[in-house]
């Protein structure tokens, strides 16, 4: 007897989770291809600002461990 409203919610989640993904499928791709016409990178531009990065000296002492001072 509890097995009916358990399938009644399942089949209701599944067809509101399929309702939603058929409708909402054209909106996502939609916007998933006006992000990638409107991005553009020049990587030789980005490779010589790697190269030249300035170099920072730190002294890390992170797994320094003493003896019982």
């Given amino acids: 007897m509890r097995v009916h409203p358990?399938?009644?919610v399942a089949t209701f989640l599944l067809?509101?989770?399929g309702v939603k993904l058929?409708?909402?499928s054209g909106l996502i791709a939609a916007?998933?291809?006006d992000?990638?016409?409107?991005?553009?990178?020049?990587?030789?531009e980005m490779h010589h600002k790697l190269k030249n990065l300035p170099v920072e000296k730190i002294h890390?002492?992170?797994?320094?461990?003493?003896?019982?001072?």
């Avoid at 890390?60 to 019982?68: L, P, R």
């Fill in 6 to 8: 358990i399938t009644a």
């Fill in 15 to 17: 067809v509101v989770v």
């Fill in 22 to 24: 058929f409708f909402l």
């Fill in 31 to 33: 916007a998933d291809v």
């Fill in 35 to 44: 992000a990638t016409r409107s991005v553009s990178v020049d990587l030789s």
């Fill in 60 to 69: 890390d002492m992170t797994f320094v461990f003493s003896n019982g001072d």
